[in-house]
């Protein structure tokens, strides 16, 4: 079935209006073989900004190679969010070795967890890429949040006192310089056709609006690779860069309207982010070392 008509299908058969935090999590755990098809690698690289020609996969592509997957794993029947509507918060990726795009990879998704969020419940989407002896070679931990009506706390539903004590707050650090790049409108359904993430709220302004969006929106996981790839050209340039094993994590502060320009900076060597021209935040990410596969 066709990813559009699969979420349509989804969607429609949907019945829980509030999903339960506390529930355990589904354990559904699909798997599929994947092969790097040469063409499709090639379009990603240029629609994302990697350099051709490199000799290992970009470091987010197992994600779209095991999207299919994370697919049919949302529109199961069991799987305890809503489709539609669902909110990409955050992405976690750990690789230990670099992969080979002529490698055949095993890989596999379930969903690890559901936790309340103060705007309804996340769940979290486990994603392992291991080799043909099965070797973990890469994996990644997203969070998706359904929004909805959440029970207030008492510390929510208090009013909120400033202690006389307490001193004025600083300013907000003025935003790093940065990078401008041009985000034209039809960037959402260029990425589309190479992810096979047809959310309609990428799609166009007329299938965004019904879900509350006045413009299409950028993929999160588009803008997460656009800013990867830029550190991946940095570090390519550097003689002491290595393929020592890595830890990113990416948080998605707010979406991207297209058409747009957003600005990218480096604040630190280990951080990234992207701005509107206002200085809205919309994407924030650290990398780092990691441990050893678990």
């Known amino acids: 079935m066709p990813p559009a008509l699969a979420v349509l299908r989804a969607a429609l058969r949907r019945t829980h209006p509030c999903p339960d935090p506390s529930a355990?999590?589904?354990?559904?755990?699909?798997?599929?073989?994947?092969?790097?098809?040469?063409?499709?690698?090639?379009?990603?690289?240029?629609?994302?900004?990697?350099?051709?020609?490199?000799?290992?996969?970009?470091?987010?592509?197992?994600?779209?190679?095991?999207?299919?997957?994370?697919?049919?794993?949302?529109?199961?029947?069991?799987?305890?969010?809503?489709?539609?509507?669902?909110?990409?918060?955050?992405?976690?990726?750990?690789?230990?070795?670099?992969?080979?795009?002529?490698?055949?990879?095993?890989?596999?998704?379930?969903?690890?967890?559901?936790?309340p969020h103060r705007r309804g419940t996340e769940a979290t989407l486990l994603t392992e890429a291991a080799s043909a002896d099965g070797e973990l070679l890469w994996q990644s931990r997203s969070t998706y949040l359904a929004r909805h009506k959440t029970r207030p706390t008492s510390t929510a539903s208090a009013p909120r006192t400033k202690p006389e004590s307490a001193p004025e707050s600083a300013p907000a650090p003025a935003p790093a310089p940065g990078e401008n790049w041009q985000l034209p409108a039809g960037l959402g359904r260029r990425y589309a056709s190479v992810s096979g993430d047809r959310n309609p709220i990428h799609l166009h302004a007329l299938t965004a609006r019904p879900f509350g969006f006045p413009r299409a929106i950028a993929h999160g996981m588009w803008t997460a690779a656009r800013c990867?790839?830029?550190?991946?050209?940095?570090?390519?340039?550097?003689?002491?860069?290595?393929?020592?094993?890595?830890?990113?994590?990416?948080?998605?502060?707010?979406?991207?309207?297209?058409?747009?320009?957003?600005t990218y900076s480096t604040p630190t060597p280990h951080t990234f982010e992207l701005r509107s021209p206002q200085g809205k935040l919309h994407l924030t990410g650290a990398t780092g070392p990691t441990d050893a596969p678990p």
């Open 24 to 115: 355990p999590p589904p354990p559904t755990r699909l798997t599929t073989t994947r092969t790097t098809d040469p063409d499709h690698l090639a379009a990603y690289r240029r629609l994302c900004g990697f350099p051709a020609g490199h000799a290992t996969l970009p470091l987010p592509y197992p994600h779209v190679l095991a999207f299919p997957l994370s697919m049919r794993l949302m529109t199961a029947r069991d799987f305890p969010l809503p489709l539609l509507g669902l909110v990409h918060t955050s992405i976690e990726i750990d690789q230990y070795k670099p992969i080979r795009p002529t490698e055949e990879l095993h890989l596999s998704v379930r969903t690890t967890a559901l936790t």
């Open 228 to 262: 990867l790839a830029e550190r991946e050209r940095g570090e390519t340039r550097t003689p002491t860069h290595t393929h020592a094993p890595t830890h990113t994590r990416i948080e998605f502060k707010a979406p991207v309207p297209l058409p747009t320009t957003v």
